[in-house]
């Protein structure tokens, strides 16, 4: 058996993480496409029209993916940010900060097209309610996160003060997704629970879960992408670097 | 550990004592800062009533934050902050101590002056008692959480702006309960619930911000 366990801590170097990250990207990608292409066609196509919401409510096919995975992928950063800073790993680090612009563009569709369907549905674009308040916060968090890496020079400082402020800021994260449970305010409670029946149509569940899906394979594709960005322009100096660029002309 | 603690805050206070215009000048950011709204949203008593919990926390917040880079930036120019990093006892706990300091001397103040501003908002008697109150418990917490950003602008261009980003986000609930439990004085609910939420947060965020600081301290210091 000894011989079929692979050796993970392998790929933790980014010498042969950058090989194997350029072979999963286009699987990710057409995975992506894939799901997304199947979650809006239920969603926009076969979806039933809901009794109380009209035709309106068809934005929770990109605002619940949306919110979902701006608060996921916050998680996702810190755990690397916490690998990274426990066991000074670089690829993590590199992980972290590749994950972040993904994480602030959800959590910015999130508001956004949550402003788009508040406006029809409750009047107003905004509300000062929990949830849109802490998911706003978040937004800032990221930012928050992507200015200091920006703002120090020396990249391994980067990563630790980045990780340690990503870690701070998890605090956030139970707070938004319980806010509806904790303050009775204007914001919906969960429509998808895993403990009990989801209040809405299979249909729309189908539709909204094929697009998380697609959008969860979007934001891997595109970190693994970004990150090999990063690989190629810390590790520069480094002979495997140059190797592979002299290889390419 | 107690004796440590004492050191670090004596020192910390005496610094600030020899610069005393710096503390001076923090108070009349706040006093200016809150006298800036009647000018600016115009001087109804209704409406300032209505305004004053939240105009005295969010000047409260700021005039904390100008005095942050102040806490670690000396120290770190001059070495000090090293040697502290290199000496026996936990780094964490001399930061409690620099914390404690400066909440003494940029948190205390404000909550004494508050007030007298908050007479100037025209906000009775419970709901001023009620605000020094939670200025009392939840300016600490400012401190603790604080130190965290300080830390990690420590040394970084641009540290003031970037200060700003990273800490104002994380005072937000803060600044949530403080005004809220002013609020919920003036329209009759009591303000207990928010007084003990804002007294978890002042707990929370000293015992805990320290050890995040310390942790950025060293990375800053490498």
Known sequence: MTERVINWFKYASPQTFYPLAGRLIPWFWALAALFGAAGLTIGFLLAPTDAQQGEGYRIIFLHVPASWLSMFIYLVMAFWAGIGLAFNIRLSGMMASALAPTGALFAFLSLWTGALWGKPMWGTWWVWDARLTSELILLFLYIGFIALQAAIDDPRRADKAGAILALVGVVNIPIIYFSVKWWNTLHQGASVSLTKAPSMAAMMLWGMLLCALGCWMYSIAIALMRVRTIMLER???TDWVRSLLDDKG | MLTLLRA????????????QADIVAAMFFFIIVVSLFPLGVGPEPDQLRRMAPGVLWVAALLATMLSLPRLFADDHRDGTLEQLALAPQPLGLIVLGKVIAHWLVAGLPLVVLAPVLGVQFDLAADA????????????????GIGAIGAALTLGVRGGGVLLSLLVLPLYIPVLI???????????????????????ALALGGVFFAPWPTAAALRVALE
């Open chain 2, 8 to 19: 670090v805050i004596g020192r910390d206070l005496r610094l600030a004592m020899r610069r």
């Open chain 1, 235 to 237: 590790e520069r100096h």
């Open chain 2, 177 to 199: 309960f403080g005004a809220g439990a002013v609020d919920a004085t003036v329209s009759g609910l009591g303000p207990q619930a928010h007084l003990s939420l804002l007294g």
């Open chain 2, 128 to 143: 001023l008692g009620v605000l020094v109150l939670s200025l009392l418990i939840g300016t600490p917490a400012l401190s």
